[in-house]
């Protein structure tokens, strides 16, 4: 039982709050803003502590075996044009959209995906996820999510976002974990825009948020401390029962990243949502949804046919809108990255 000591530092009345024992008995700072000044009687506040979140788990460092990595087009390298390289597959749910709306003047390094990286260990899931790069203050103010589709039906089942990483050390500060209760994220066909266009209300059901939720410890996030454009998020197994098979996959971005609206491809028409794509100069450009990216999903536990929603794409065809058909791809383990040439 963690207990709470107050100190009388000085006659003025002031309460501080000391220390708290906490399960693995370091004593722990209690960070000020979990404070609140309440008034008493002869106008001198005192000091009320609000109730604190206790952490008995924290992941620790990610496992040596990875089970999974899929890499995501690099952006900056057409930027300066307005468009992106490839990898922007709207019908599919496929984003690759890090630039601001409309103009696409813009372009958001810490909101470009360049790789995704899957590690679990007995208690928890990792995803990793490494971007571009920082913003022009060196941070990475974007919104930084996992999705899970535990049932392998290609409509996501679980979201895990946090927003705003800043600290190196594990954190629930700007975590929250969505579910989809009423199981509509998809639509009537997963990661295939559906037509007529579908009004479902996306992940609905709030689990956990900065801590608050039935379980504190449930999801956590922090920037790589080896690395400051990678962010890694971890979330315990036991949410999904220890499930083994799963497709799982990364998503950076800001506003239009709203997991209420998921799947994307299906709340917005292609002609709302544009493309990233001066290839398809029907849709160009980005309009309803921007600054925003996502990778391919990664199959875990089990074997792929090939067929799953969402999975990434093992042939270089499948990859590329290039009306020019003229187009590069590099191979990422067993997946293929593709990026036009210009004509
Ligand atoms: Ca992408
Ligand atoms: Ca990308
Ligand atoms: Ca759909
Ligand atoms: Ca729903």
């Known amino acids: 039982m963690a207990k709470l000591t107050k100190v009388l530092l000085s006659s003025s009345s002031v309460l501080m709050l000391a220390a708290l024992a906490c399960g693995s008995g370091t004593p722990t700072q209690i960070p000020v803003e979990n404070a609140t000044t309440a008034p008493v009687a002869g106008g001198t506040p005192a000091?009320?502590?609000?109730?604190?979140?206790?952490?008995?788990?924290?992941?620790?460092?990610?496992?040596?075996?990875?089970?999974?990595?899929?890499?995501?087009?690099?952006?900056s390298i057409t930027a300066a044009k307005k468009r992106a390289p490839g990898g922007d597959r709207f019908t599919f749910n496929r984003f690759e959209r890090p630039?601001?709306?409309?103009?696409?003047?813009?372009y958001f390094p810490y909101l470009d995906i360049l790789e995704s990286t899957v590690y679990q260990d007995d208690l928890w899931l990792y995803m990793v996820v490494r971007m571009k790069g920082q913003s022009q203050q060196e941070t990475l103010p974007g919104k930084y999510a996992l999705e899970l589709d535990t049932n392998l039906?290609?409509?996501?089942?679980?979201?895990?976002?946090?927003?705003?990483?800043?600290?190196?050390?594990?954190?629930?500060?700007?975590?929250?974990?969505?579910?989809?209760?009423?199981?509509?994220?998809?639509?009537?066909?997963?990661?295939?825009?559906?037509?007529?266009?579908?009004?479902?209300?996306?992940?609905?059901?709030?689990?956990?948020?900065?801590?608050?939720?039935?379980?504190?410890?449930?999801?956590?996030?922090?920037?790589?401390p080896a690395d400051p454009t990678v962010v890694q998020l971890a979330v315990k197994r036991a949410m999904i029962d220890n499930d083994t098979t799963f497709m799982i996959n990364a998503w950076a971005g800001a506003d239009d990243m709203d997991p209420a609206r998921f799947d994307l491809s299906d709340s917005y028409t292609h002609e709302q949502a544009g493309t990233s794509l001066t290839e398809l100069p029907i849709y160009y450009p980005i309009k309803e949804v921007s600054e925003l990216d996502n990778a391919c999903r990664i199959p875990v536990g089990f074997?792929?046919?090939?067929?799953?929603?969402?999975?990434?794409?093992?042939?270089?065809?499948?990859?590329?809108?290039?009306?020019?058909?003229?187009?590069?791809?590099?191979?990422?383990?067993?997946?293929?990255?593709c990026y036009c040439i210009d004509n």
């Open 47 to 75: 000091i009320v502590q609000a109730p604190l979140t206790q952490h008995e788990m924290t992941p620790g460092e990610l496992p040596a075996d990875k089970l999974g990595s899929v890499g995501d087009q690099d952006s």
């Open 99 to 106: 630039f601001n709306s409309v103009s696409m003047d813009t």
């Open 153 to 224: 039906d290609g409509g996501g089942d679980w979201y895990v976002e946090v927003n705003a990483p800043s600290k190196t050390e594990w954190s629930v500060d700007g975590v929250r974990v969505l579910f989809d209760d009423n199981d509509d994220v998809g639509g009537t066909l997963s990661m295939h825009t559906d037509d007529p266009a579908t009004t479902g209300n996306g992940y609905e059901k709030s689990v956990f948020d900065s801590g608050q939720g039935d379980d504190p410890d449930l999801a956590w996030a922090r920037i790589s």
């Open 303 to 337: 074997q792929p046919t090939g067929n799953e929603p969402g999975l990434c794409p093992t042939k270089p065809a499948e990859n590329v809108a290039c009306a020019s058909e003229q187009y590069i791809c590099i191979p990422f383990g067993n997946q293929v990255i």
